[in-house]
């Protein structure tokens, strides 16, 4: 079936430090996934995405992976920084009309200062 | 410009009594969703609204879950006769596109609390 995991659900890293969080998924014909970060009390905020075609993309400080052949997605984080702490969620779709994103269960990233 | 918003923020209620939520999508945006996050999980995708379209509703866990969007704007989301497995944060979004990578907008949720 569809599914979207992660690995490790929580991450402790220290200030400064560069972190990665992984996602697993399982459905071959998703082509659009979604890194969204949630703080505590808020709904998620987008982060940054990636279309199939692509295995890499940059935004400010953070860069998605992704790598088809093992179905894997990673998000990582340069220079962390306290306000990075935060629950992290992949998503996944298929795309074209299909509009219903599918979720991992989180990982908790702390920030240590 | 303003994002999602939704109201009540908290809501604590007695088993067996309906509950409204409302959501306020961005303005200009077509496509808006309703999703469920219980405690410590992901989210759960629960209806889909675009534009005149009939929605999705093939998320909602039973027939005690209806949702309404008037006028192509505000949703409203009814639980009657909640149960205690109700209580969760219920999360409203909204895209400007319906296609699959449109990116989704989300609110603050409402946490609600079935005693």
């Known amino acids: 079936g569809e599914s979207v995991g992660l690995h490790l659900p929580t991450l402790s890293v220290q200030e400064g430090d560069n972190s990665i969080i992984n996602c697993a998924y399982s459905?071959?014909?998703?082509?659009?996934f979604i890194w969204y970060k949630q703080e505590s009390g808020k709904g998620p905020q987008f982060i940054i995405d990636?279309?199939?075609?692509?295995d890499k993309r940059q935004g400010q400080r953070v860069t998605v992976l992704l790598n088809k052949t093992v179905k894997h997605l990673s998000l990582q984080i340069a220079a962390t920084q306290p306000g990075d702490s935060a629950v992290y969620f992949c998503?996944?779709?298929?795309?074209?009309?299909?509009?219903?994103?599918?979720f991992g269960k989180g990982t908790l990233l702390t920030v240590n200062p | 410009g303003a994002g999602v918003s939704q109201s009540p923020s908290n809501k604590v209620t007695e088993k067996g009594k309906d509950v409204e939520l409302r959501c306020d999508p961005i303005?200009?945006?077509?496509?808006l969703y309703w999703y469920r996050q219980s405690l410590g999980q992901g989210l759960e995708f629960l209806i889909y609204?675009?534009?005149?379209?009939?929605?999705?509703k093939s998320g909602l866990p039973s027939d005690r879950f209806s949702a309404e969007r008037t006028g192509g704007s505000v949703s409203t989301l009814t639980i009657q006769r909640t149960q205690q497995e109700d209580s969760a944060v219920y999360l409203c979004?909204?895209?400007?596109?319906?296609?699959?990578?449109?990116?989704?907008?989300f609110g603050p949720g409402t946490r609600l609390t079935v005693l």
């Open positions: 990636i279309r199939s075609n692509m």
């Open positions: 998503a996944e779709n298929k795309g074209g009309s299909n509009y219903k994103l599918t």
């Open positions: 459905n071959s014909a998703s082509d659009y």
């Open positions: 303005s200009g945006h077509t496509a």
């Open positions: 979004a909204s895209s400007l596109y319906s296609s699959g990578d449109g990116t989704q907008y």
């Open positions: 609204f675009q534009g005149n379209s009939a929605p999705d």
